[in-house]
């Protein structure tokens, strides 16, 4: 099992910045892609970032890309995603989540077994 938990979120203005923290326990986190997904009211949940296990790939959404950064620290067991140029549409409960095989660098949601709990991103105008 791997438990996870974020947090950074919060209220930002527009063109603001702001870092979520994904804090991961139990099994070795280091072999694990990590992603994060977010999610608004009404619509799926997608993918917005994900890294490798080593952090040598990442892959961003169109719609963050040069906006969002996804790093890790295997040796904290984190996972961040930077933020910056804030937009409105950027507003969601933000989601960290791990695949359900080590070592298994994949984009599909359903591929994805260990969730955190989510944390709120709002975005003002």
């Known amino acids: 099992q791997v438990q996870l938990v974020e947090s950074g979120g919060g209220l930002v203005q527009a063109g603001g910045s702001l870092r979520l923290s994904c804090a991961a326990s139990?099994?070795?986190?280091?072999?694990?892609?990590a992603a994060w997904f977010r999610q608004s009211p009404g619509k799926e949940r997608d993918i917005v970032a994900a890294?490798?296990?080593?952090?040598?790939?990442?892959n961003y959404a169109d719609s963050v890309k040069g906006r969002f950064t996804i790093s890790r620290d295997s040796a904290k067991n984190m996972v961040y995603l930077q933020m910056n140029s804030l937009k409105v549409e950027d507003t969601a409960d933000y989601y960290c989540?791990?695949?359900?095989?080590?070592?298994?660098?994949?984009?599909?949601?359903?591929?994805?077994?260990?969730w955190g709990q989510g944390t709120q991103v709002t975005v003002s105008s």
């Open positions: 890294i490798s296990p080593d952090g040598d790939m990442t």
């Open positions: 989540a791990a695949p359900r095989l080590p070592r298994h660098y994949t984009l599909n949601k359903a591929n994805y077994a260990y």
């Open positions: 139990g099994r070795t986190f280091s072999d694990y892609t």
